[in-house]
Structure formats: C-alpha cells, structure tokens
C-alpha cells in the first residue's frame, strides 16, 4: 500500500514545470524612446510573430532563441535576441518526475524560459526625412 501511494504521488507531480509554470510566458517587448515599432518575432516554437511596441506578448516557450527584429521610418532597424535559459523547477523532475515528467517538461517547452523584458534600442536615421 506504502509504495501504491509513493508511486501516485510521484505520478502526480510528474512534469512540475509543466504544471506549475506552463508552456507559455508573457514576455515585455519596448523599444525605448521609440513607441510604435514593428517588430517581428521568430523562433520555431513561436513561428512568426508581429507585435507593435511597447507590447506584452504571450509567446510559446521552446528551447531556441526568439530572434527580434524592430523597424520604424526614420529609425534604423533595432535588434535582439530573447535567449532561452533552463527552467529551474524541471529539476524537481529529477527527485519526483523522474523521466516521465522531464520527457514531458523538455516535449511542452515548459523546461524553458526567457527572460520577462527585452528592450530594443533603436537609433535615429541621420539621411531621413519626415514627411509632414
């Protein structure tokens, strides 16, 4: 009976970041002193994505980089990249989990996660003109 209960409880907790943190993440997108930026996002988690700054986005976790393209009249294209840093709970996978719910961690992207603000600077044109 002991090691029906342990098995269930391990099985429960199986996939801890999974349950506790999720497979995805609202992540700030600003392009300081420069409001109204397209940028577009892409990893292949994510695919494509266009946002317009400043932003919140809920962006699909993965464990590839979300390249940041950012562009505007007058402003020469801003770029970034939101790395993709190991998830501190998928280590209880290790003591709980077990393979089970690392497998299940590492297949959701829940294993993931980026940093919650990326700020893209953007440097004025010097040969543009506004129209009016």
């Known amino acids: 009976m002991k090691r029906l209960y342990l ?16 497979t995805t993440q609202n992540v700030a997108i600003n392009t300081p002193n420069v409001s109204g930026a397209t940028c577009t996002l892409t990893s292949n988690a994510i695919g494509t994505r266009t946002i317009t700054t400043p932003a919140v986005t809920n962006l699909e976790k993965g464990k590839d980089a979300i390249h940041v393209i950012c562009r505007k009249d007058c402003y020469d294209d801003g770029v970034a990249i939101i790395p993709s840093n190991f998830e501190g709970m998928t280590a209880g996978n290790i003591l709980i989990g077990g393979v089970i719910g690392l497998g299940v961690d590492a297949a959701t992207g829940a294993m993931n996660q980026y940093q919650n603000e990326v700020s893209v600077h953007m440097v004025k044109a010097n040969a543009c003109k506004r129209k009016s």
């Open 7 to 22: 098995l269930c409880a391990a099985l429960s907790l199986a996939a801890c970041a999974s349950i506790t943190r999720g």
